[in-house]
């Protein structure tokens, strides 16, 4: 059963170009059952939103900036959070900004049991970042809407042969101390364990930040990991299991 989210968008600080993937990859992780977005909308920077809004269900609230170099947006939006809070209405929030100043309101609503995703863009500070159980980056969805491979075939192409370059040597090593701490004596790892604490160690570590749809694919685009499947205990399904390969000097990237 999907979790109920609030998605709560600052909308003086987030392009609207690409809202429609927005939505698309939050209903990834629950049904947003409150969109709301914040800006003072008697200001020309909005007006790229407004036709956006019917077309996404999202309820616009109006923050009249009354001093000049205080952000009222973000003050409207953090009230709102705290009311949804104690509504108990929903089951996480997804925050949509690239303010530092709301890494308080997603530590509190952690603290108060809800799943935070958070989405924005590179720029974000990263305190914001990892008071957040997951951070995507807007990018990301850019990236996906310009790239439309002519096939599967070609897809995967391109990525064995591009993508690794955009991995450095410390992302391969917090890939490999990840994995090893959840081996067994084998030194093999289940990848979901493996993808589940990447993601608790850092939230905003995401495979399509590396060209990849999935972690399996960047997992084995590196050379120093080696990828068994096997069968579970009916037959019915393969498990993915992964472990640092024993002759690391070999596979090491150039």
Known sequence: MDIKLAV?????????????????????????????IYGD?????????????????ITPIQQYGYTTGKNATDSAMIIDAMDILYSEKVD??????????????ATRLREAGMK??????????????????????????????EEEPTSTTSAKSSASK????????????????????VADDDGWAFLGDVGSLLQKKQPNFDSRNYGFQKLTPLINSIPVFE???R?????RMKLIYVKLKEDKSKAKKK
């Open 231 to 235: 069968e579970d205990a009916r037959g």
């Open 92 to 105: 996480g929030f997804c925050l949509v900004s690239s303010d530092s100043d709301f890494t308080r309101l």
């Open 116 to 145: 935070v995703y958070g989405i924005g863009e590179k720029k974000t500070p990263n305190p914001f970042i990892v008071a957040c159980d997951k951070f995507i980056y807007i990018e990301i969805l850019k990236n996906l809407t």
């Open 8 to 36: 709560l968008i600052d909308g003086d600080n987030i392009p609207s170009a690409y809202v429609k993937e927005m939505m698309e990859e939050i209903a990834k992780y629950g049904n947003p059952t409150i969109k709301r």
């Open 227 to 229: 990828i068994e499947r």
């Open 41 to 57: 909308w008697t200001k020309p920077n909005l007006n790229k939103w407004k036709n956006l809004l019917l077309e996404n269900a």
């Open 162 to 181: 591009n993508n690794y370059d955009n991995i450095t040597q410390k992302e391969i090593r917090f890939i490999a101390s990840t994995i090893d701490d």
